[in-house]
């Protein structure tokens, strides 16, 4: 019976299934990317076919993992070794694509053995070091994308390359990416006479343990691990799963509590069939059940079709970007099993109290019923036209309404405050000191930017120059408590460093010496004379500052010197802060260092945060995250209005049997939909201040996250609210006017 009642409402449950289905597929499309970014180190740290692998400990994520590339030889020099192959790995900018894999590998790695050439050659031999240009192995899925073949050549962060082959490992994540030489990826990456990581094969899987006493005994200040192992410890995967379930939540929640809405409109509007059903002898229970099973059937509904939106985005991704190994082969059953387990879950939480309103209708006064908000005496507020009457008369109905549009606008405008306020602290920590802020050109996150020291010399040397300060960024995962910890390296001397505002200890007067921030040395319980290991690398905290930029305040500064031996980075930096002797020369300098220095882009300190790469994509990120959020609150404001258009048949039939006009009828209805979107949009405003009060809980990240609320950014909340109203009551305002009134009032 369940089924028969949602197929004699099909708009409705037309309406409900796709709100649903939106949050799914925001779920699957999110987690597949996640899950084949884990499952993809999984896969090619297993494939290697190495016993052991030797690594950087605690790094965020293996692309900023840094090895000695010496330590090769005594590594190959130790008794229980067969074979040692070291690799680079990081992520770059590849023509079209942001966030392109590129792995840097001997061309007699045993690591090698699992790609399958299927065009071309190999690293090995003549034939690589016969062809003009450097040689590159394109992924199978990479060179589909790229439309690229043997032959073919391939610009990677400014760089040209020659493709030699065409690659298959079965492996998605390493398929999209692209295999360079060894030394060419160093280059590439900026790190020189360094690797990612070390394969280790041993001569007998039996000196497995003795192998990594040795090893610790003679690198304490690196991991040796097994594949899975260190596969497991991936926190750039972890990030992104906690992103899935925040963004996917978002729209499932949001969906919710539009199915909510529904299923209680549903419940009114069957008052008097609820009635029949008890008079004829239904339990409570069975109508609780009825009702209940409606609300699961249309979760179930949502997300199977969730499913198929979600396959069908990632296949049309798939072959448009080979942003890191999206396929639809990521899409495990695990993922699968997540997504209906959620949308359960809403069904029951969703459906239940809609569910528990039925069961104790009265069967009398339901027979009474007779269409409208309830049964009861209605309410009038003493001010206010019918507009604002009828969201009164029906206040639970409007306060879901309300709840929808104000999570959508509430999540929204929160991510866009959190966005502002880190922007303007990056913008006021690089202006402070200098006029000009130089990154490396062509790449794709400004994590990856090394900037050779000479370059910054000869900066340094134009006579509009008064000085130059180099600054190295990177992060760590702190071995006891897990938490994120943001590293500065700059010179002792440089004038950037004035700005720290040290409140115990001293400043940097050497290496191996370090500044926490106070959040993190209270954290952390540290104090001056305290030492503290991050990564294998030990340092003594010399003083502990305090920074009006909040993310600085978990971070921590070491020398310069310090942080490229630490990133692996000799003689490079990330950005240059350029000092002038006339400020006004700014903008002529901006211009001629991109002119001359081909390598690196300069901006005027208070562009440079906005001009950054990495900011760009969080923004199309955040306005992805708008769009969807707007689908979801969007479709579950239709549902509504539309719900209530069904449910004031009759007195829609009335007023024009009264000679109301069409344009009125309209008028009536789209001012409903603008009051329930102003009154939502406020409601959002208190929304945003409780997420961004929930995100700066977050565990490291949330000292981050501080919003910066402007009078543009409530405006801007008003009115998306206010075009959400406009677009879930334009139809059904619409279909209003269209009703008969003889048809209207025989609506039972």
């Not at 972890?238 to 539009?258: C, D, K, N, R, S």
């Not at 009060?693 to 009078?711: A, E, Q, R, V």
């Not at 206010?722 to 009551?729: E, N, Q, S, Y």
Request: aromatic share 6%; net charge neutral.
């Amino acid at each position: 019976m369940f089924l028969k009642n949602l197929l004699r409402r099909k708009i409705r449950t037309l309406l409900t299934v796709l709100g649903v289905a939106i949050g799914v597929a925001a779920i699957i499309g999110l987690g597949a990317l996640a899950d084949g970014l884990q499952s993809g180190y999984g896969s090619m740290l297993k494939g290697s076919k190495a016993d052991l692998i030797l690594s950087q400990p605690d790094t965020y994520d293996l692309s900023y993992s840094t090895v000695d590339e010496a330590i090769g030889q005594e590594l190959l020099n130790a008794p229980e070794v067969s074979d040692v192959s070291g690799m680079v790995q990081g992520f770059i900018q590849a023509e079209n694509n942001p966030y392109f894999f590129a792995f840097g590998h001997t061309p007699d790695s045993f690591a090698l053995e699992r790609y399958h050439i299927i065009q071309g050659q190999g690293l090995e031999g003549h034939i690589s070091q016969a062809i003009h240009g450097k040689p590159v192995l394109l992924g199978s899925a990479a060179a589909e994308v790229m439309e690229k073949t043997v032959g073919d050549s391939l610009r990677l962060s400014g760089s040209v390359y020659r493709i030699l082959g065409i690659y298959e490992t079965g492996d998605a994540f390493e398929d999209s990416g692209a295999v360079l030489e060894l030394k060419d990826a160093q280059e590439l990456l900026g790190r020189p006479r360094t690797v990612s990581l070390y394969y280790i094969r041993l001569k007998d899987p039996s000196l497995r343990e003795r192998f990594m006493t040795r090893a610790e005994r003679l690198w304490p200040d690196l991991l040796v691990s097994g594949s899975q192992d260190l596969a497991d410890q991936q926190s750039m995967a972890e990030t992104m799963q906690g992103m899935v379930w925040a963004i996917g939540g978002l729209a499932i929640v949001i969906g919710g509590v539009g199915m909510m809405n529904s299923q209680l409109m549903s419940v009114m509007e069957r008052t008097r069939e609820i009635g029949v059903l008890r008079a004829v002898g239904w339990s409570k229970r069975r109508v609780l059940w009825m009702i209940l099973m409606e609300s699961i059937s249309v979760c179930l509904m949502g997300g199977l079709a969730g499913v198929v939106i979600g396959y069908a985005m990632i296949y049309s991704l798939s072959h448009s970007t080979t942003l890191w190994g999206l396929n639809v082969e990521n899409i495990k059953p695990q993922l699968l099993q997540q997504a209906i387990t959620v949308v359960l879950i809403l069904g029951l939480v969703g459906g239940l109290y809609p569910a528990w309103r039925a069961s104790r209708l009265a069967p009398v006064e339901a027979l009474r019923y007779e269409g409208g908000s309830s049964g009861k005496k209605l309410r009038r507020l003493p001010i206010g036209g019918m507009a604002i009457q009828s969201l009164w008369q029906r206040l639970t109905r409007t306060m879901l309404t309300l709840a929808v549009i104000g999570l959508t606008v509430g999540a929204i405008i929160a991510i866009e405050a959190v966005m502002l306020g880190f922007t303007e602290e990056m913008t006021d920590m690089f202006s402070g000191e200098a006029q000009i802020i130089l990154r490396q050109a062509d790449i794709a996150d400004s994590s990856l930017s090394a900037i050779d020291e000479r370059v910054g010399d000869k900066i340094a040397a134009l006579p509009e120059v008064q000085d130059i300060g180099g600054i190295m960024f990177t992060a760590t995962i702190l071995p006891d408590t897990g938490g994120f910890l943001i590293l500065q390296g700059y010179s002792p001397r440089s004038f950037l460093i004035n700005r720290i505002d040290i409140v115990e200890g001293g400043p940097l007067a050497s290496n191996h010496q370090i500044l926490l921030g106070r959040s993190i040395a209270d954290a952390m319980n540290k104090k001056v004379g305290d030492t503290i290991d991050l990564s294998g690398y030990r340092f003594s905290v010399i003083g502990i500052y305090e920074s009006k930029v909040s993310w600085e305040e978990i971070g921590g500064i070491i020398t310069l010197r310090d942080a490229q031996v630490f990133m692996g980075r000799p003689r490079k930096v990330t950005m240059i802060a350029v000092r002038l002797k006339d400020p006004n020369q700014a903008i002529a300098l901006v211009e001629k260092i991109n002119r001359d220095f081909p390598d690196v882009h300069a901006a005027l300190a208070g562009n440079f945060v906005s001009e950054l790469p990495d900011m760009q994509n969080s923004s199309a990120m955040t306005g992805s995250i708008s769009v969807l959020a707007i689908l979801v609150g969007g479709v579950g404001v239709l549902n509504t209005m539309l719900m209530s258009v069904f449910e004031r048949t009759r007195e829609i039939g009335v007023l024009r049997a009264l000679g109301w006009r069409r344009r009125r009828i309209l008028g009536l209805i789209l001012r409903e939909a603008l009051v329930l979107g102003l009154l939502g949009g406020l409601a959002g405003i208190g929304v945003a201040l409780a997420l961004a009060g929930l995100l700066g809980l977050i565990p490291s990240f949330g000292d981050m996250l501080k919003p910066i609320w402007t009078p543009e950014i409530i405006a801007r909340a008003i009115i998306v609210a206010m075009l959400l109203g406009v677009f879930g009551g334009l139809y059904p305002a619409f279909r209003a006017t269209r009703l008969q009134p003889v048809e209207a009032l025989r609506y039972e």
